[in-house]
């Protein structure tokens, strides 16, 4: 036991154990998670027509993401051939591409939180504002692991002064790794308490790939890959709810939102129907416009549209009804909508 | 001997001389009543009551009415409209009412005390903030983020798809019929608004009751970075006011609930509302 446990300390350091047997297990794995990881990427690309679209926002943010784990499991693949080139150029090169590595590393967790606060929130503006500056810490990462690997490099007389950049720099590292996760936790928690809708994400998904990772590091981008994979799969179950073309969530939303407020007890469910048939397309280019937190709107088809909402006031229900109408009279062509309020009771079903 | 009639809003001018046009021009909103009671021999006006209903639209919350204004000639002219006003309470289901109002005669004090109501004098909940006061604070020095635009910058759609926002957060702020008031019932200028992906997400509601005294209506902000917002948009309208307003014009705000109360305790430290006569029942 105390052998495995020095054995995972040797590659939690990048360190070799002393075991050939050993050591070469994990360096070959590593290449082939890489590889892996890489094609796990690109399937999922090529096999996702709203990716390789990316109308949507939730899209080119996760496309980017798969492009950042290609980019960064194809440059450490090709660390090792590059270590054997025995030309000028292969050492400038070669640091270069660590410093990216490192840089890469940073960039696909910020990638992920930014993943999650859109699937959480929906708001481009907000993900703009929020996160203007989320990149510095791996500007800085940058800056000071270039100075560490000239310093290395150069064989300064340095004294100690090295090692504690380099600890340093470690630390700092994974503080900035760790506080991506947190601010990631807590939105999902103060989702959790602000909204009632269910969530399609599974932190768990990125968070467990991300720890195992940090303990075997020759395995922390191919894993970090893994996550993103993972994560994908967790938001695009919200996919089969909505409607391509208007955004609006489709009819089986119904089932899924009514078990799950069930689920948590919610009470006093409130619904308005709205009803344009033949002006499916119009309609649904309203209701998006005003479509708020706490509102969920469905599309039932044949231009029915029911708005849920929790503890709101007739009043609020009158207004809705009311701005529904006057912005079909003011659309050109005009039409008509039909509203009805209903209110559920408890024990009824969504249908 | 009086005549009780209904004050609406095409008679309400006729009081004009005795109500201020803050109250008067309210008649005609959802919730807003009001009585007055004619002397059948002088044709004069003996008395006259308006108040708000509030809670008639929330299922869960008891009906109360809030006593706006109140004026008679005398005590039997005012137990007069008080009977008046207790049968249209029964009519809004009205469980209590309740008072907050700067001057009452004896006589009126008299008769809402044989009303039922009990009456002290105490601090009232509005204070009153002169604009040159409010431009010095601290959060008045940084300028607002871009995405604070004035009211005047919407669209009539998306006014109501806010409110409607608003609603659906259950803040009302200090309108119960906020859905159903216009947008030029606000000042254009010093009121403000949060856009986020072309959609309003918070309000900041300023309406003029009168010259130089304007009121603080709504302060809402979708939590999402909702305290940012709420900052900016106080920056805005601060900045707005300076421009906008006489030094001395003031701003009443209503410490109606805990939040609002601890706002103003840490933005005008020290400030009291004015001496007032509370009455409930």
């Known amino acids: ?303 029915r549209f029911v708005l849920l909402s929790h503890k709101v006031r007739k009043s609020a229900l009158r207004m809705t009804e009311g701005l529904l109408k006057d912005a079909a009279q003011e659309a050109e062509p005009t039409f008509a909508v039909v509203t009805h309020d209903m209110k559920r009771m408890e024990g009824q079903t969504m249908k | 001997m009086l005549t009780i009639m209904d004050i609406t809003e095409m008679s309400s001018d006729d009081y004009c001389d005795i109500v201020p046009m803050q109250y008067l021009s309210d008649i005609g909103r959802e919730y807003f009543r009001g009585l007055a009671g004619i002397d059948c021999d002088t044709q004069e006006l003996g008395s006259v009551i308006i108040w708000e209903v509030h809670n008639m639209d929330r299922e869960q919350a008891d009906n109360q009415a809030e006593i706006l204004w109140f004026s008679a000639r005398n005590e039997e002219n005012a137990g007069i409209i008080l009977e008046s006003f207790d049968a249209r309470l029964e009519y809004d289901d009205v469980q209590s009412s309740y008072f907050e109002l700067e001057s009452l005669r004896d006589e009126e004090i008299a008769a809402l005390e044989k009303a039922g109501f009990v009456t002290r004098v105490t601090e009232g909940t509005d204070v009153f903030i002169p604009v040159e006061e409010i431009g010095k604070l601290d959060i008045a020095k940084k300028k607002a983020e871009s995405y604070v635009v004035s009211l005047s910058t919407l669209s009539s759609f998306q006014f109501k798809a806010g409110i409607m926002n608003s609603v659906y957060h259950e803040r009302y702020g200090l309108l119960d019929d906020l859905p159903f008031l216009p947008m030029n019932r606000y000042d254009g200028e010093i009121s403000c608004c949060v856009m986020v992906d072309d959609k309003v997400t918070g309000f900041l509601l300023v309406h003029m009751m009168k010259p130089s005294l304007y009121r603080v209506e709504l302060l809402f902000s979708e939590k999402l970075d909702g305290a940012i917002s709420v900052l900016n948009m106080l920056r805005f309208s601060i900045r707005a006011a300076q421009m906008n307003c006489e030094p001395t014009d003031e701003f009443l705000i209503r410490r109606h609930n805990r939040t609002v109360k601890e706002l103003c305790k840490k933005l005008f430290p020290g400030k009291k509302g004015k001496k007032v006569i509370r009455g409930s029942r």
């Open chain 1, 1 to 303: 036991m105390g052998t495995f446990l020095e054995y995972v300390f040797q590659t939690l350091m990048y360190q070799p154990t002393g075991n050939d047997t050993f050591d070469e297990i994990v360096f070959y794995s590593s290449f082939f998670m890489e590889l892996a990881a890489a094609v796990g990427v690109v399937i999922i690309v090529l096999k996702n027509e709203s990716l390789r679209k990316r109308k949507r926002p939730i899209d080119r943010l996760v496309f980017g993401a798969c492009t950042l784990v290609l980019t960064q499991n194809v440059l450490d693949m090709s660390l090792v051939p590059l270590v054997m080139i025995d030309e000028p150029w292969e050492a400038p090169v070669f640091y270069t591409l660590l410093v990216v590595n490192e840089m890469l590393y940073l960039a696909i967790i910020l990638q992920w939180l930014i993943c999650v606060d859109y699937s959480l929130y929906h708001s481009v503006d907000h993900i703009r504002r929020r996160y203007r500056y989320a990149a510095l810490p791996i500007l800085v990462v940058a800056a000071l692991e270039t100075i560490r690997i000239f310093v290395a490099t150069r064989e300064l007389d340095n004294g100690d002064w090295i090692v504690v950049l380099t600890n340093a720099l470690h630390a700092f590292k994974v503080a900035v790794e760790i506080g991506y996760i947190l601010i990631a936790v807590m939105l999902v928690k103060r989702h959790d308490k602000e909204r009632r809708e269910p969530r399609f994400l599974w932190l768990e998904a990125f968070i467990i790939p991300f720890v195992i990772g940090s303990l075997v590091r020759y395995y922390d981008a191919p894993l970090l890959g893994f996550g993103i994979i993972f994560t994908y799969a967790a938001m695009s179950r919200r996919d089969k709810y909505i409607d391509f073309k208007t955004g609006l969530y489709n009819s089986s939303f119904l089932d899924c939102i009514g078990e799950y407020w069930d689920k948590k007890g919610y009470p006093d469910a409130s619904a308005l129907l709205a009803a344009s048939p033949g002006h499916d397309e119009e309609m649904a280019g309203i209701l998006s416009e005003i479509q708020v937190p706490n509102c969920y709107i469905i599309e039932l088809g044949s231009g």
